[in-house]
């Protein structure tokens, strides 16, 4: 058997700026991401509300290599930040600030969403993870990506962290999907038969002036129109240092497995998309604490069951990667909670969202 390719990986997080005395987010005036700049040059950028900052690592050859990225990049914004007397925390939303107090950042691209796709936009107060593992051969990773799908919700639910919305709880443990689904072009892509096939909808939709760059295809999973990745959208933003590089393990582990299988000219079964919705559903509903579908079974099954099966899946690739660490935290995950979770519970023991706001900011550098 050939030995596996790298699979190298990028990983971007998108940081909650707060005010330390409110605990409702705050503009940072573009001042975090201006000093930013200084040291890391194109690793950070602002997003489309002022109070939210996105770091993204260099190319990663390894779990080991991105951990030590990621947590670079969360100290230092957590040292820009003070600079400003201002905090930092990770969640896929924030617990009770509203998206009408959020100034928008003055920038040609974002006035150009706004002005099309309008309160849609405006709302999108959300925060995520993006992983990106290295694919050269864009053949193998569109077969890798219409396989993957089914794996989203697995994912996904590890990283639920966003039970709450405006003040309210949702009932959801990942209510942050539900938001970015009033944007077009999101959510779980469909099957593609082909290269040719893929960028002849993407050329489509250019040259009916749908979208301006291909980009603005915002799946939960897509082919990066630029890069030589294959990029996973659908994860919550992480509590945690030790939580992110547990979802980017698994995600490299899939991937990895997937391509071994191609390699010796087998493949996994690919389920139509409204299948895979249903556990997508599932999993922002519940997390890791409710039932999924076993689709070659048809029967429902509990989440902690599909995962332990999920890792025996990946398990021939987990060392030759060297990721085993990494992905075994996932039993520490299950037997203690995703960060929704954990957010829920200082809810229900304080009845103060100012007090989970706390306990998001100071998870933000554990572990580091």
Request: proline share 3%; aromatic share 10%.
């Amino acid at each position: 058997m050939r030995k596996l390719p790298i699979f190298t990986l990028g990983v971007e997080e998108e940081y909650q700026i707060i005010d330390p005395e409110s605990r409702d987010l705050r503009s940072h005036m573009s001042k975090i991401v201006e000093g930013a700049k200084i040291f890391l040059k194109e690793q950070v950028k602002a997003e489309m509300h002022q109070s939210v900052v996105e770091v993204g690592t260099n190319i990663c050859q390894n779990v080991a290599d991105a951990r030590k990225e990621v947590a670079f990049l969360r100290r230092k914004i957590v040292d820009l930040a003070a600079e400003q007397n201002l905090i930092v925390g990770a969640a896929g939303t924030h617990p009770f600030s509203k998206w009408q107090d959020q100034p928008i950042t003055d920038d040609p691209r974002y006035h150009h969403i706004i002005n099309e796709l309008q309160d849609t936009a405006r709302s999108n107060l959300i925060f995520g993870l993006h992983v990106h593992v290295g694919i050269e051969n864009r053949e193998i990773a569109l077969h890798i990506m219409n396989q993957a799908c089914y794996f989203l919700p697995h994912i996904y639910a590890l990283s639920t962290n966003s039970p709450f919305w405006e003040g309210r709880d949702t009932g959801f443990k990942a209510y942050r999907a539900h938001v970015f689904a009033k944007f077009p072009r999101t959510g779980l892509p469909e099957y593609f038969d082909s290269v040719q096939s893929y960028d002849n909808f993407l050329d489509t939709l250019v040259k009916t002036n749908c979208i301006d760059n291909p980009k603005k295809i915002w799946w939960d999973l897509r082919m990066h129109p630029f890069f030589s990745t294959i990029e996973f959208r659908i994860c919550d933003m992480c509590l945690t240092v030790d939580e992110t590089i547990c979802i980017v393990a698994l995600i490299q582990a899939v991937v990895a497995k997937l391509y071994k299988m191609y390699l010796m000219n087998t493949s996994f079964n690919i389920y139509r998309i409204a299948l895979i919705r249903e556990n997508k559903f599932r999993a922002a509903r519940y997390g890791t604490e409710g039932l999924m579908i076993d689709f070659g079974q048809k029967k429902e099954v509990l989440y902690k069951e599909l995962m332990l099966e999920l890792l025996e899946f990946i398990d021939d690739v987990v060392d030759e990667l060297g990721s085993r660490d990494e992905i075994n935290y996932i039993h520490k995950i299950l037997a203690e909670g995703t960060g929704a979770d954990k957010q829920l519970k200082v809810f229900q023991e304080t009845h103060d969202l100012s007090k989970v706001v706390d306990f998001i900011t100071g998870e933000f550098t554990k572990g580091i």
